[in-house]
């Protein structure tokens, strides 16, 4: 997608943090232009270098990358009551701050199966620590003849191993 010369940084930012109502109307420019659809979803409490690394590699599978983002009563199911550490707010706009990512939208239940579902992307992306066929919404992506990819997580990066150095 391409942004007005008149928005400035913090704008640009913003306009890539998509809710329910934005969502549709971005996928449909994307489409009417031709662009492949990555998507890739995670927590990205404490955004590290394996995070970026992970991402920069997943947006090189398409033409715009969307990031699915656990909203914080999510994090906190999946993590334990002490997550996140930042807020999703913060979060969303840290990712969106990165240059590769296109768009970024808060999902609340403990999968992105109903998110990738609206988004029906051409690309799914998750670590290798997960096989292909056990990634939530592999069903949705093979069945419109999408790929399924995965790349190998950067040993020494993770945010659990923050927390515990920063404690």
């Known amino acids: ?94 990712l969106a701050g990165l240059e590769f990512v296109s768009a970024v939208v808060l999902f609340d239940e403990d999968t992105p199966y109903n998110l990738i579902k609206t988004v029906q992307p051409d690309v799914l992306v998750k670590g290798s620590d997960y096989k292909p066929e056990n990634i939530v919404g592999y069903d949705i992506v093979m069945a419109k003849g999408g790929k399924v990819e995965t790349i190998d997580l950067v040993e020494g990066f993770s945010t659990t191993g923050i927390i515990n150095k920063i404690k």
């Open 1 to 94: 997608m391409s942004f007005s010369k008149n928005m400035n940084h913090f704008d640009k930012i913003c306009s890539k943090i998509l809710d329910g109502k934005n969502l549709d109307a971005w996928l449909d420019a994307c489409r009417n232009e031709g662009k492949s659809i990555v998507f890739t979803n995670g927590c990205f409490d404490i955004l590290h270098r394996g995070h970026v690394e992970y991402l920069a590699k997943a947006a090189a599978f398409g033409d715009v990358m969307i990031i699915g983002l656990n909203t914080d009563a999510s994090v906190k199911r999946l993590k334990g009551p002490s997550r996140p550490v930042n807020d999703e707010k913060s979060r969303a706009f840290v």
